[in-house]
């Protein structure tokens, strides 16, 4: 990769990343929190791509398809979970679960 | 290229030998949907997977001596990996012995749970050993996403969904953070082995050192996440109060084993503990842990939120091993730290097999969901033996002579001592200080109020079946414990 | 025209704003297929970028795994539980329109940006130059990182396994 | 290696266990005669000894038991073996406590009889027994402190036999607790002495202290100091176990036990074991002269304070407890003067009488259902006359008649004091003011309680026992021909020959006075308590009431020691109690865990239980460290 600096792709993806991170913070709505996690990850995976194109490497490549192994399974499980949560409480909002503290 | 194709055999026997325990597990884990395929039958996949691990166990024992031995170039294994893998499997063990009984309290079939523990365990095994950032990353996601499938099991609980969800996104929270972290320490030095020498040029590069820098403390932070360890550990006493308790007792143990070991060896191949300020994150991490888990603990009446508060500040003592390590006493640290993670483990079990048996005989021998401390009244007078038990773990936490929790803690301090680190030497004794303010009471409530006879019977109520199993399992942990506390030297001869 | 003013790094930058922008849209949107809708856009941006930093089979999965199966996965669990509820009753009705130019732009902005990539051939050669193709990444795949590859698949066996369990119906009948 | 002399304290220790753990079980027949047997063999012993010793030419005899370990420190290392060592000193230790136990225990026997707790009773007393001839028979310093911390115990644990009374208990405590101090001086002492002379086995140390007496010359001023402090600090031990002043008071509280543990440990043996410690350490004390002259007149103190107390009390234990005390105030004079052997001889006879002496008591007590105030008795020579003429034959032993044993062994005493190097002429009068005392208390004594007229309306209660008859008769002859029995100690205290007699000239009329002193004290009696012996001389019949003038209430409670007590150290530490009521340093610690706690408080408020929360606090972390790492 001779053309786009290594520096700018990272900020990219930090700025990627944030942005998804806002996301699962502001958002009360579980659904948006999953999505959210979704931009996180591909975030990730752009700096991956990133790192492995300035070295030169397929490894940047290959972690970003072990990524693409962990986003799959994330969504399984939390798709499932929504929809358990969603039989049991009528309601998606994330502030509903907090019987646990202190 | 860093990783480049070879044309010799990729694999040779003796790596396989190597990951064998693992393999092990993880053809166990496949064969038990085959089994599920062939007969559901919770009392055959309970067998199985106990033989599974148990063959593991057998295998991994003759491991602890030989030589480290690099399979790829994404795992390593080598003696210390080998005993955490064992104490991995002993408390896989143990927690299966537990779910067994927790699991027959309610009518289902299964399967998935041991599945699902199976792979956590197969996690643990690759996390322990692995030798580069794939496979730590592949390794901490196998366990993270068992274990949400484990944390919610108990879907009739009213806790089910509250803890999955806090786990899952938690934790996929911080995998994301640890996975940009390492994208940016791989962008920086171009390499993901961990035994990979970083070139010192890196940190004057263009402005990526802060990349470097930025990347190490994500990292950091994902792993400590899982450890616990304040201000990451807030997910603890939620998910611990909310799992079913073999399942709180699996994270309490396996899933801390497997990252501190990691953790260790990531620190220890790279070198990062030159760095200055990766030593900045540690000590307050170290320093913060230690005292609010103490703190938080005081007045908690929880027995399983009590015990992930004092899950943060163990950590946070443990902590300690790290920041003092110096290349010199390597050897020593590694030691230190299996002794600890060895004593805090049995300590654990042994606190959360009273738990569980106890939750399985509460209210009139129904499943009760949550032990608090006025569970614990007079209970060494109607069942002595958990009571002494629970009095073991207790004081080896707290760090009491006579225990395994003394002499780990003994070992911490001797190297803070060496390194002159008063202010965590300080902060240790502190926070065992206020520990002991909680530890004890527990121990004393145990004591008060001899009950009635009618209390007796009730304890002799719940399920009559496996009992015998139960008892004895509480009877050589009573065992252990004072064995193990009075002649440690048989824990260090697997370790040196 | 424009082709004169393309070189790689500017149609990075531009793909990045799309993504960049598209990702504001979800995590602030309030109606979740628009949402998504806007994340779909964000993974296509993201291919694009993947593309141009030379990898062509990453940007590929990007496309057809993410944004074809995971995302997919995601609009189905919405149109069959009915999970957008609550949020669509609270949107604002008004902005519907906006929302669709805005998603219509962005869109078109990538599809500008990838017929300039194929119709450019200077383009095309710089990206030949430094690409990493499927070839080393199967090789990879499949050399060292082998035992990666299995531990991915135990962790998908994992994610099936939980979600299975979470998501099966609640049972009615006595232990088997 | 001497079999018997081994086994001796063996036959009550088996008594001891057999009782301790059988003893519910047992009857009462079984019980008194495991334990009276247990004595009579060890009095059978100790005889065969004594005369096995006086064949044997140099008069001592040692068992070796088994080696117990090795104290080793800078100044040398000592073998501390259990080795029992009997010379002539030991032996009349252990003729005393177990002939005059052997007794006392017959007495106990059918006194406790109908007691519930008969059996833990003669447990104790067999146990005081073993750890008393442990303390008399050690041959090394540690395990005669084991034994010296044994009849502590045991004497603990008597007085408060009767626990259900809280005035018993606060007795026993006192007793303890007084004794306790004494205690802690003699262990620092020992612990000095060994730092000294690298030797805690008494021969050993006896030598080396001869050794040094002989090079007096040549002794530095450092080690003389030395010897100095060790030989009071071993006084203050004496002191406390024999009730001598100031550590007196706990005797007449400890009254309120049995009367058999009274005569047993208060009176004949137990409370002699300070004497016996100064006799056996005479080597220490020969080198410092100033601490002998300190126990001569702590000897004298006690002798005229405990006697004037004895002159107003109304209890006739307490009389007879002050009169131990004035006694052992005879003996502590002898040591002090360095007549050893008239004091150890004093001990032995006043062992013989005082033990007759409570017993009669007991027994008078007994009669009169356990009523023991004097000015409710009275008349008693017509009703108890076999009890009363053996106390007769006790108190003219006590007042040292001339004939009886009290008359030898004091004379004896008296003799030596005014020529003594230690002692001189003043002591002497003190000596002579405490015999005139001695007689008036004990004309007071026997007016107040057996002349006059019955004070009592119920009927006296008879034990007719001939086994408690048999023992009151053998106490009362050797009380009054114990005196004959030839004590010659020569041997074990040989270095006091060499000590060079004071050239002062003794005036003639001295023995004249000693002997004529009891009889003034009579005949002064006789007139100046005639309402006592006459009780109708006394205006109205039957009412006699004791004098409650300040001063002499003053002089009953013991002239105000225990009130100097309350206020020189209870007081000040109840106040300090007091004023700390709310214990201000553990208010000081439960700050931190206040503290702690307050902590606690606030952070609970952070773990809320929003998922949200915790992502934003982890955020916030990064981004915290993050700020921190690249400032």
New interface residues.
């Given amino acids: 990769m001779t053309s786009i600096p290594l520096f700018h792709v990272l900020i990219l993806s930090s700025l990627l990343f944030v942005i998804g991170f806002i996301g699962v913070v502001a958002r009360k709505n579980t659904l948006f929190m999953l999505m959210s996690l979704e931009v996180m990850l591909n975030a990730v995976g752009v700096a991956f791509i990133g790192a492995g194109s300035v070295w030169q490497q397929a490894d940047g490549q290959v972690m970003f398809i072990l990524i693409l192994t962990l986003a799959a399974a994330e969504v399984a499980v939390g798709l499932a979970l929504l929809i358990r949560m969603q039989k049991k409480y009528r309601s998606l909002d994330i502030d509903a679960l907090n019987q646990m503290k202190g | 290229m860093a990783i480049a194709s070879n044309t010799q055999a990729l694999f040779t026997m003796s790596m396989v030998a190597a990951i064998l325990p693992q393999l092990i597990v993880a053809f166990g884990a496949t064969l038990a949907l085959l089994l599920v395929a062939w007969r559901r039958s919770q009392r055959t996949i309970a067998i199985f997977t106990s033989v599974v691990l148990g063959m593991s166990l057998l295998v991994n024992m003759r491991l602890l001596t030989m030589p480290a031995m690099q399979v790829t170039q994404l795992l390593k294994v080598d003696g210390y990996s080998s005993f955490a893998f064992s104490l991995i499997l002993i408390s896989a063990l143990v927690a299966l012995r537990m779910s067994h009984s927790f699991l027959k309290a309610h009518t289902e079939v299964h399967d998935e749970y041991y599945l699902l523990l199976l792979l956590m365990v197969l996690g643990g095994g690759v996390l322990v050993t692995s030798d580069h950032y794939a496979s730590l990353f592949l390794g901490f996601e196998l366990l993270s996403i068992s274990l949400v499938g484990l944390v919610g099991y108990h879907r009739e609980s009213v806790y089910s969904v509250e803890s999955g969800f806090k786990y899952l996104i938690l934790s996929a929270t911080a995998s994301s953070f640890m996975l940009l972290g390492i994208a940016f320490i791989y962008s920086v030095t171009g390499n993901m082995s961990f035994s990979a020498a970083i070139p010192n040029v890196i940190y004057h590069q263009q402005g990526l050192g802060v990349f470097f820098q930025l990347g190490l403390l994500l990292f950091v932070s994902g792993i400590v996440f899982k450890l616990s360890i304040a201000p990451f550990h807030f997910w603890t006493p939620d998910v611990y109060q909310g799992s079913p308790t073999p399942v709180t007792m699996l994270m309490a143990t396996v899933s801390k084993v497997a990252m501190f070991v990691v953790l260790l060896q990531c620190i220890v191949a790279q070198r990062y503990l030159l760095l200055e300020n990766f030593q900045l994150f540690l000590l307050s991490f170290a320093i913060t842990s230690m005292l609010l888990g103490n703190v938080m603990a005081l007045k908690q009446q929880h027995l399983k939120r009590l015990l992930a508060y004092s899950s943060i500040a163990h950590m946070g003592y443990l902590l300690i091993v790290i920041i003092v390590a110096s290349a010199q006493g390597l050897a020593f640290t590694w030691q230190s730290t299996l002794f600890y993670l060895a004593a805090y483990i049995v300590a654990n079990l042994s606190i959360f097999m009273v738990i569980a048996l106890l939750q399985l005989q509460g209210n009139n021998g129904l499943y009760q969901e949550d032990i608090t401390r006025d569970d614990l009244h007079g209970l060494f007078w109607r069942t002595p033996s958990y009571a002494l038990l629970m009095i073991l773990g207790l004081l080896s936490l707290a760090g009491i002579p006579l225990t395994m929790g003394f002499i780990g803690k003994f070992y911490i301090l001797t190297q803070a001592t060496l390194a002159h680190a008063w202010w965590l030497i300080a902060t240790l004794i502190v926070g065992s200080g206020i520990a002991l303010g909680y530890y004890l009471p527990l121990i004393f409530k145990m004591f008060e109020g001899r009950s009635k006879a009618s209390d007796k019977t009730k304890a002799t109520l719940g399920p009559k079946v496996g009992r015998r199993i139960d008892k004895l399992l509480v009877y050589s942990f009573i065992l252990l414990g004072l064995v193990l506390g009075i002649l440690p030297d048989i824990i260090n001869q697997f370790i040196g | 025209m424009l082709a004169n003013f393309a070189s790689i790094d500017s149609l990075f930058y531009l793909a990045g704003l799309v993504a960049v922008i598209a990702s504001l849209k979800v995590v602030t949107g309030n109606n979740t297929v628009h949402a998504l809708l806007y994340l779909v856009v964000s993974l296509l941006a993201v291919a694009v970028c993947f593309y141009l930093m030379g990898a062509p089979f990453a940007a590929g999965l990007e496309v057809i795994v993410y944004a074809g199966a995971i995302l997919v996965l995601f609009v189905f669990a919405v149109l069959m539980f009915g999970l957008g509820a609550d949020e669509t009753a609270n949107a604002p009705q008004n902005k519907n329109v906006a929302n669709m130019f805005g998603a219509m732009f962005l869109a078109f902005a990538l599809l500008i940006e990838i017929v300039i990539i194929i119709n450019n051939a200077d383009l095309q050669q710089n990206l030949q130059a430094n690409v990493i193709d499927s070839k080393a990444v199967g090789i990879m795949l499949y050399g060292p990182y082998l035992l990666a590859v299995e531990i991915a698949s135990f962790l998908l066996l994992a994610g099936l396994l939980a979600g299975y369990h979470y998501a099966k119906p609640d049972v009615t009948r006595g232990p088997l | 290696m001497n079999v018997l002399l081994a086994s001796l304290p063996f036959y009550p220790f088996v008594s001891f266990l057999l009782l301790i753990f059988f003893g519910k079980r047992l009857s009462w027949r079984l019980a008194a005669t495991i334990s009276v047997s247990s004595m009579a063999i060890s009095a059978l012993v100790s005889a065969i000894l004594l005369f096995e010793l006086s064949v044997t030419k140099n008069q001592v005899m040692t068992a070796n038991l088994w080696h117990w370990f090795e104290l080793s420190y800078a100044m040398g290392s000592s073998d501390v073996n259990v080795r029992f060592y009997l010379d002539g000193l030991s032996a009349v230790m252990i003729s005393v406590v177990t002939g005059v136990g052997f007794l006392i225990h017959l007495f106990a026997a059918i006194y406790m009889k109908s007691d519930v707790n008969f059996s833990r009773f003669m447990a104790y007393m067999n146990l005081f027994i073993v750890a008393m001839l442990i303390l008399v028979l050690a041959d090394n310093l540690v395990l005669l402190y084991l034994g010296w911390e044994g009849v502590g115990l045991c004497s603990f644990l008597l007085i408060g036999f009767w626990y259900q009374e809280q005035s018993n208990v606060l007795a026993a405590r006192k007793a303890f607790i007084v004794t306790r101090i004494g205690d802690t001086s003699m262990a620092i002492g020992l612990l000095l002495l060994f730092n000294s002379f690298g030797q805690l086995n008494i021969e050993a140390v006896t030598l080396l202290a001869e050794q040094a007496n002989s090079l007096s010359a040549g002794t530095n001023a450092e080690s003389a100091d030395n010897i100095y402090w060790i030989a009071l600090l071993l006084l203050g031990g004496a002191v406390g176990k024999s009730a001598q002043l100031p550590l007196q008071t706990w005797l007449p509280d400890a009254m309120a036990g049995p009367t058999p543990v009274s005569a047993l440990i208060h009176a004949a043996t137990m409370v002699t074991a300070g004497v016996y410690l100064i006799a056996r350490m005479h080597g220490i004390f020969l080198l410092a002269p100033e601490v002998m002259n300190y126990v001569a007149w702590l000897g004298a103190l006690t002798l005229l304070l405990a006697g004037i107390a004895a002159l107003a009390q109304t209890d006739i234990k307490r009389v007879l407890a002050y009169s131990t005390m004035s006694q052992i105030g005879y003996m502590m004079l002898a040591l002090g003067a360095g007549a050893w052997t008239a004091g150890v001889f004093h001990l032995m006879t006043h062992a013989f009488f005082k033990a007759l002496l409570f017993l009669t008591a007991g027994a008078v007590i007994y009669a009169l259902h356990h009523q023991q105030n004097l000015f409710k008795m009275g008349g008693l020579l017509k009703k108890l006359p076999f009890e009363s003429s053996l106390f007769i034959i006790g108190l003219i032993c006590l007042m040292a008649l001339p004939g009886t044993s009290g008359f030898f062994s004091k004379e004896a005493i008296i003799a030596q004091l005014w020529s003594s190097d230690t002692a001189g002429p003043m002591l002497w009068w003190c000596a002579i003011l405490g015999a005139l005392l001695t007689s008036i208390y004990s004309c007071r004594l026997f007016f107040l309680g057996f002349l006059g007229k019955a004070r009592f309306n119920e009927n006296v209660q008879l034990k007719k026992s001939s086994l408690l008859r048999t023992s009151l008769i053998i106490l009362a002859l050797l009380s009054l021909f114990g005196g004959l029995i030839p004590l010659d100690l020569t041997l074990v205290f040989s270095s006091v020959m060499n000590l060079p007699l004071a050239q002062l000239t003794e005036p003639t009329w001295l023995h004249t006075v000693a002997i004529i002193t009891p009889f003034i004290g009579m005949v002064f009696s006789w007139f100046y308590f005639k309402s006592y012996r006459i009780s109708h001389l006394a205006g109205k019949e039957h009412i006699l009431q004791p004098n409650n003038g300040r001063f002499v209430v003053f002089c009953r409670q013991g002239l105000g020691f225990d009130g100097l007590y309350k206020k020189l150290f209870i007081m000040p530490y109840q106040w300090l109690a007091q004023i700390n009521k709310n214990d201000i340093f553990d208010q000081i610690i439960m700050l931190n ?1 206040w503290y ?2 307050l ?3 606030a ?2 408020l ?17 981004m915290l ?2 700020g ?3 400032l």
């Fill in positions: 865990a702690v706690g902590w606690h408080d952070l609970v952070v773990q809320n239980g929003s998922l949200r929360w915790y992502l934003a606090a982890f955020g916030l972390a990064i460290l993050l921190v790492s690249l």
